[in-house]
């Protein structure tokens, strides 16, 4: 039997571009379907392009493909459920900020910018028909000592890709996550001002 | 006489989505031109469907167009030579992360979502037809002050937004900057493990 999956397309008060109104992040990957080297390289592309203050890209990537031991050991760092549904992901990209420069110097936008370079990277993905789910539950130390980080190097968050999934393939708690409607605050909400 | 820009186009190993190999930050905004409502709204409503760390959504917006005093108060509180350019744009936006839930749980990810954030913001404006130049050279207490805002509330970078203006109407030494080829790190700078 197939769960019918109420739209995920995002509610807006006048349309967005198709790729954002249309993003969400998934549990549900796909377990045996690859994703294609060129689509991985156009995800890694966009996040190089993002924006960052004074240039300084303040971003790096650790890329493990499914069925690697690097991919195995993301899985091992990420913290409760994530770890349930997060090793069917074809990649986990680990979200490092790099947050002072060579000199010591603290880049004060480090996470702000890293946070632009992954959402360059997840709108690219989506629009080459991949889903990204990204993960703030890591083990951040020991992402750091597994793969020996420097200590400029902090690891923020992970991201999964892949094809999407049936929500069938979850356990019962993360599918009715899986298929709940999606959520925002008002915009007014977010509004302090508007002059 | 015209300055020949040269192409504005990010260089990429293989294709990435239009609106992204061609957005750029410029500092000459066409100081005669209004947004429209449905554009400034349009790139709001991209800012609010952005993803964050369990959906807590901790980004806020001060929006000013050009001709408010709310306007010349963001321009006031910028750093050095951003207030040369920056009071051309047509609206400037105070982009706020929320640092602290209300019973004081600090937000781990509070900046790196507000990046993520306008980043959805940016990219669509530009694709509506619009240029976005996001500023960290700003007076973040001198903000919190002229908006009376609250503890939790930290200004982090300011967005100016416009259209695009002519590189000749910046002083020499930005209208250089302006015409100056785009450059980023090699991806495999980026990437500290590929597995």
Same mark, same amino acid.
């Given at each position: 039997?197939?769960?019918?999956?109420?739209?995920?397309?995002?509610?807006?008060?006048? *349309?967005?571009?198709?790729?954002?109104?249309?993003?969400?992040?998934?549990?549900?990957?796909? +377990?045996?379907?690859?994703?294609?080297?060129?689509?991985?390289? &156009?995800?890694? /592309?966009?996040?190089?392009? &993002?924006?960052?203050?004074?240039?300084?890209? +303040?971003?790096?990537?650790?890329?493990?493909?499914?069925?690697? *031991?690097? !991919?195995?050991?993301?899985?091992?760092?990420?913290?409760?459920?994530?770890?349930?549904?997060?090793?069917?992901?074809?990649?986990?990209?680990?979200?490092?900020?790099?947050?002072?420069? /060579?000199?010591?110097?603290?880049?004060?936008?480090?996470?702000?910018?890293?946070?632009?370079?992954? @959402?360059?990277?997840?709108?690219?993905? !989506?629009?080459?028909?991949? !889903?990204? !789910?990204?993960?703030?539950?890591?083990?951040?130390?020991?992402?750091?000592? &597994?793969?020996?980080? @420097?200590?400029?190097?902090? +690891?923020? @968050?992970?991201?999964?890709?892949?094809?999407?999934?049936?929500? /069938?393939?979850? +356990?019962?708690?993360?599918?009715?996550?899986?298929?709940?409607?999606?959520?925002?605050?008002?915009?007014? /909400?977010?509004?302090?001002?508007?002059?």
């Amino acid at each position: 039997m197939t769960i019918a999956t109420p739209s995920r397309r995002a509610e807006t008060s006048t *349309p967005i571009s198709e790729v954002m109104a249309n993003r969400w992040s998934p549990r549900s990957f796909d +377990p045996t379907v690859e994703v294609s080297e060129s689509t991985i390289t &156009a995800a890694l /592309e966009a996040a190089r392009w &993002a924006p960052s203050a004074s240039n300084t890209q +303040p971003w790096r990537f650790i890329v493990a493909r499914r069925g690697t *031991p690097e !991919h195995a050991t993301i899985v091992e760092n990420l913290m409760g459920f994530n770890q349930v549904w997060a090793e069917t992901a074809a990649v986990l990209i680990v979200n490092i900020a790099v947050t002072k420069t /060579e000199d010591g110097t603290p880049l004060r936008w480090a996470e702000y910018d890293l946070g632009q370079a992954v @959402s360059h990277l997840s709108l690219q993905a !989506h629009r080459d028909g991949l !889903h990204v !789910h990204q993960m703030g539950g890591i083990l951040a130390d020991g992402l750091s000592a &597994a793969f020996g980080l @420097s200590d400029e190097l902090e +690891p923020v @968050s992970v991201t999964a890709l892949g094809v999407l999934g049936a929500p /069938e393939n979850l +356990p019962e708690k993360l599918r009715l996550r899986e298929i709940a409607p999606r959520e925002r605050k008002p915009l007014d /909400e977010l509004l302090i001002v508007t002059a």
